[in-house]
């Protein structure tokens, strides 16, 4: 049972356009959420999160909105850097963080120069 | 360096051979969590300690698998008769949790190979 779902596995996009980066989730007992990138042989690094109480968390270039009732979210990057590019991925808790993260599957981001 | 380390960060190992894996937290988390991560997918919960007390396993930690944090610093991993199933990312984070939102940090991984 995929509670979190990254449905695009890549992405392309040319440097310097917007880069958007969707995740839907099922638990409705989740209230945070949060971004990852990764490099290939790589940790996961966080990048930017966002609980149910609001609607859009923006740090830099970097925007994450949350439609709680579609039970979605979305990164915006702008602009896309070369550097962006690597791996997203989408993860969820419950009891705002204080909990296990359940991930999609991850998005690959490849910026065009 | 003060984030997550993980050592070693890349194991091979033959198949029923034990492997043990080692992370350290950032100064001060008193969560470490350890997830596992195959290719193609995310990475998935595999067991949490608050402290020294492991408060949370999954399923997918099986028998053959231990975990440890002995005095609530630096923990353990411990797999036992390694199967070729076992092939896998493993990932350490940890956080400290404020009374407000918890953010997990990650370290670079050990990457296990069994043959």
């Known amino acids: 049972d995929q509670q979190v779902k990254q449905n695009s596995p890549s992405l392309s996009v040319q440097e310097g356009r917007i880069s958007i980066l969707n995740c839907d989730y099922t638990n409705s007992m989740f209230d945070y959420f949060l971004w990852y990138k990764k490099y290939p042989a790589e940790g996961p690094t966080f990048l930017i999160s966002i609980s149910s109480i609001k609607d859009k968390n923006e740090d830099g270039r970097f925007t994450v909105f949350l439609n709680k009732s579609a039970k979605h979210l979305s990164l915006h990057i702008v602009p896309s850097q070369p550097g962006d590019s690597a791996v997203y991925f989408c993860a969820a808790s419950s009891n705002f963080g204080n909990e296990k993260l359940t991930f999609g599957t991850g998005t690959r981001l490849t910026i065009i120069p | 360096d003060t984030g997550v380390s993980q050592n070693p960060r890349h194991k091979i190992t033959k198949r029923g051979q034990n492997v043990t894996f080692r992370c350290d937290p950032i100064s001060e988390h008193n969560r470490l969590y350890w997830y596992r991560q195959t290719l ?55 956080s400290f949790p404020s009374g407000g939102e918890e953010t997990q940090y990650f370290g670079p991984g050990t990457r296990l190979l069994v043959l």
């Open chain 2, 40 to 94: 193609g997918q995310g990475p998935e919960f595999l067991t949490y300690f608050q402290n020294e007390a492991q408060l949370e396993k999954s399923r997918l930690l099986s028998d053959r698998f231990s975990a440890e944090r002995p005095k609530g610093s630096f923990s353990t991993l411990e797999i036992q008769r390694t199967e070729q199933g076992d092939s896998a990312m493993y990932l350490c984070a940890s």
